[in-house]
């Protein structure tokens, strides 16, 4: 029984310092253009690109649908999450963004319920 507890202490030490060297993904700088898709959206709202500029210290966000746009309001960044709404066709649609290394996942929240959605950043050819 003794062996056990000693094996058992040894892994949850191991683990915790292994945790050490896992390095910290730090924050998403979400500035520039990431293109979106959203399969279950309504038609026309599916895909598109959300716009984040930074001027002064603070964010604002831009939805484009093709030509069609619409910026962003109550706009916050904090912890890699980015939230706003927009107004689209007679009501308010909330956004949520989780960003991360690998893009976004985030989710339109409205009406008639929640729409999931992914998205990456635009890649800007020199």
Do not use: H, R
């Not at 003794?2 to 050490?20: D, M, R, T």
């Not at 649908?65 to 890699?80: C, I, L, P, R, S």
């Not at 991360?100 to 985030?106: C, F, L, R």
């Not at 989710?107 to 992914?118: D, K, L, N, P, Q």
Request: no cysteine; hydrophobic share 40%; charged share 25%.
């Amino acid at each position: 029984m003794k062996k056990i507890s000693l094996l058992l202490a040894l892994l949850v030490f191991a683990a915790i310092g292994l945790q050490s060297f896992i390095p910290d993904p730090g924050d998403v700088d979400p500035v520039g253009t990431w293109t979106f898709s959203a399969p279950m959206a309504p038609e026309g709202y599916g895909a598109g690109d959300i716009v984040v500029v930074k001027e002064k210290g603070v964010f604002t966000a831009t939805m484009k649908f093709g030509e069609y746009a619409v910026k962003g309001t109550t706009v916050k960044y904090d912890k890699n999450v980015m939230t706003f709404s927009v107004y689209l066709e007679g009501e308010y649609i909330n956004i949520k963004a989780s960003f991360s290394a690998e893009g976004i996942k985030g989710t339109a929240t409205y009406s008639e319920g929640e729409v999931e959605f992914t998205a990456k950043k635009k890649v800007i050819k020199k």
